[in-house]
């Protein structure tokens, strides 16, 4: 079963624009991460945030946490047309198994 | 270093038979997890395995299956195919050690796009 749910579904943007995508979870986690996927192809590891940070940055991308309301944000500044792909939340587990648990994703389409 | 791989890429099955997927890691990665990916159920985890014995396992009927080698190739194995597991197959391999320092990213291969008619 999936961790959470991923809002919006689908996102659709103009090139230039920023993009945000929010993920909610449920139980409590060890860290989280946000994954890429190129329409049916595998997934690229974005960023990863532990469960004692708040915020993380890696170029265009702004990841928060907040383990209070167990939601996550991923910002993409200043976005291509090479950003559009799905984008996945994944949770680990502070306890027990620690396989990645997937978010429903957002579909981000960018227009150039 | 080269990526993942998996093979084969693509794979069409009758139901009842039974499939074999490979993986081979990234060079030095020891762990190796399997998802199964639908547009009804998404990304879901099946197993892992670390040092060729299987350390996490999702929730899927024994039907799913795998094992992991010396050199840390892993092959999922599904028997008795049924319609429903039509879905794309992703390996995914880590470092596996010591994730409560390094965290545990992973890398992902480029996926097995099983169909089952």
């Known amino acids: 079963s999936q961790q959470g749910e991923e809002d919006p579904q689908a996102l659709s943007i103009q090139e230039g624009e920023n993009a945000t995508m929010n993920c909610s979870y449920k139980?409590?986690?060890?860290?989280l991460q946000w994954y890429r996927q190129n329409s049916g192809r595998g997934l690229v590891h974005l960023i990863l945030?532990?469960?004692?940070?708040r915020e993380k940055h890696s170029g265009r991308l702004r990841v928060t946490l907040d383990t209070s309301k167990k939601s996550s944000s991923l910002l993409i500044t200043a976005s291509r047309a090479a950003d559009t792909a799905s984008y996945f939340c994944?949770?680990?587990?502070?306890?027990?198994?620690?396989?990645?648990?997937f978010g429903s994703g957002t579909r981000l389409q960018v227009q150039p | 270093k080269a990526g993942v791989t998996q093979t084969p890429r693509y794979l069409i099955k009758t139901r009842g038979q039974q499939v074999t997927l490979s993986c081979s890691p990234i060079?030095?990665?020891?762990?190796v997890s399997w998802y199964q990916q639908t547009p009804g159920q998404g990304l879901q985890f099946l197993f892992e395995?670390?040092?060729?014995?299987?350390?996490n396992k999702g929730n899927f009927p024994g039907r799913f299956s795998g094992r992991q080698f010396s050199n840390s190739r892993s092959e999922m194995n599904v028997s008795t195919l049924e319609l429903g597991d039509s879905a794309l197959y992703l390996c995914?391999?880590?470092?596996?050690?010591?994730?409560?320092?390094?965290?545990?990213?992973?890398?992902f291969g480029p996926g097995t796009r099983l169909t089952v008619t």
């Open positions: 994944a949770t680990v587990s502070d306890t027990g198994r620690r396989a990645l648990t």
């Open positions: 395995y670390f040092s060729e014995t299987q350390r």
């Open positions: 139980t409590s986690i060890n860290n």
């Open positions: 995914a391999s880590s470092l596996g050690d010591r994730e409560y320092l390094f965290g545990n990213e992973q890398y």
């Open positions: 945030i532990r469960s004692n940070e």
């Open positions: 060079s030095g990665h020891r762990s």
